[in-house]
DNA sequence: ATCAGCATGTAAGGCGTTACATGATTCA
DNA sequence: TGAATCATGTAACGCCTTACATGCTGAT
């Protein structure tokens, strides 16, 4: 498996359950996962050749469903193997890139009003996000009992958790800018 | 300035306040800024070549503190101009990908155990960032009236804010994953 | 008729990580 | 003596984004 490309395990995860085309996984990279992970075509269907060229998963034969040809991909033992072997190894690598707390860090540079707006984006941005994964949050209680359910239920609970966080660290952010006019 | 290296606004942040050589603004970076924002040498030092043949920065005379040479770079107007437009543009890309989501996300591929492990990890983490992170507040908090101290103060206070959503999440996360088990 | 969605892929180019090269000083 | 820190850079390599190419179907 490629050293660092991620993108891999995402497609072995998702092909652990079922056989999905490129299009079909870059569907799932646009859904509940896109949150803490994202994907493009470009980054998608390189590595699933590579991936078939390792063995980690093969091409089921494609079917014409109308439209154009669709490929699915079956994941094979090697790349069960592989996705274990990931989940058990205790490294992670987390990280956040914020061009919001960035142009806020150096917030001195211009006028306040900029910063407090550039605030105002970012709350927007992120009370959209949040009414999406409470809709998701709201559907995935229904079938909690469900294989695998719980896991999908606590990464949008993450995600609806950390955002709410961020609403009321906007809140007292743009009261202390606000207030502290020198 | 580059289309897609946004280490070019760090480094012009930086610059803003004072003359840094590169190796004081990965110094930079690897302190509270790197919560939200890395950088590394080979990242670094070309941008400040590419940035100093835009005319956005140049260099001061070299210093010799016993060691190697220090080589200081100032910002010019246009790097101001630049900073400011950055600032004042109101589209932010934030990203953050988190390995752990995707491994407790494919936690059903594997045993129950493995994910409650590496939610340990996960939590461990963000513990020790945490510890550090206040440490910065308390800090802040002293110089809090002077310049630009705000806007740092506010960085800080949003991974901190952050942060504690996680332990949160993790302490219930457990809970769920521990009770529900099949 | 036209646009959106389905569907697979390639190509260019930039960006970033990692490792390497070099070498002085300071401290244990 | 040896390790850590200071300090600047280069090189290889891989990864990813973006744009492009292609073309069908179904809905408006």
């Known amino acids: 498996m490629a050293k660092d490309r991620k993108i891999d395990v995402v497609i072995l995860g998702l092909l652990y359950h079922e056989d999905l085309t490129g299009y079909d996984i870059k569907k799932r990279l646009d859904g509940a996962i896109g949150f803490f992970w994202k994907g493009s075509f470009g980054n998608i ?3 699933l050749t590579s991936m078939e060229n390792e063995g980690l998963i093969s091409k089921r034969k494609s079917v014409n469903t109308g439209a154009r040809e669709r490929i699915p991909y079956h994941i094979s033992k090697k790349g069960i193997s592989a996705l ?3 989940l058990k190894d205790e490294q992670a690598s987390n990280e956040l890139r914020y061009e919001t707390l960035l142009k806020l860090y150096f917030g001195g540079a211009t006028d306040r009003n900029i910063a407090i707006s550039n605030i105002n984006v970012f709350e927007e941005d992120i009370k959209r996000n949040l009414a999406v994964l409470n809709m998701y949050k709201k559907n995935l209680e229904k079938v909690l009992d469900e294989e695998d359910h719980v896991f ?3 990464t949008v609970t993450f995600g609806i958790d950390t955002y709410e966080a961020y609403l009321k ?6 009261k202390l800018l606000g207030q502290d006019r020198r």
């Open 45 to 47: 269907y390189p590595a």
């Open 84 to 86: 274990e072997a990931w």
């Open 152 to 154: 999908y239920y606590l």
């Open 169 to 174: 660290w906007c809140t007292k952010a743009k």
